[in-house]
């Protein structure tokens, strides 16, 4: 599967912005999802992730108040929904999917768990 990030952009504090990664090959369904970002200076980290059926989710402690994961297999995307952004959250922003159809409704937040990575897309929160 490919992945295609996009939706990044300039927001200012308290702003939203709604990503979605879009994913090209036979079928998205099978697959877990993941968001992660990295700042300028700093490792890449883990946002959220979401099951490939959809029916479990997770968030960092940083953005569970704020962000939601959600997807949509007949569309093959996922999406990130970023509300009440703060400066701290500037970054390029990656999604990544991991072929999960046999291993449960799992959700997966370690970057090695990930197969498949986007190429990012950038996300500026101005103060």
């Known amino acids: 599967v490919q992945l295609q990030a996009s939706g990044g952009g300039l927001v200012q504090a308290g702003g939203s912005l709604r990503l979605s990664c879009a994913a090209s090959?036979?079928?998205?369904?099978?697959?877990?999802v993941g968001w992660f970002r990295q700042a300028p200076g700093k490792e890449r980290e883990f946002v959220a992730a979401?099951?490939?059926?959809?029916?479990?989710?997770y968030a960092a402690d940083s953005v569970k108040s704020r962000f939601t994961i959600s997807r949509d297999n007949a569309k093959k995307t996922a999406h990130l929904q970023m509300n009440s952004l703060k400066p701290e959250d500037t970054a390029v922003y990656y999604c990544?999917?991991?072929?999960?159809?046999?291993?449960?409704?799992?959700?997966?937040?370690?970057?090695?768990?990930?197969?498949?990575w986007g190429q990012g897309t950038q996300v500026t929160v101005s103060s």
């Open positions: 990544t999917a991991k072929y999960a159809y046999y291993s449960g409704s799992y959700y997966y937040t370690s970057q090695s768990d990930y197969d498949y």
């Open positions: 090959g036979r079928t998205f369904s099978g697959y877990a």
């Open positions: 979401i099951s490939w059926n959809g029916g479990r989710i």
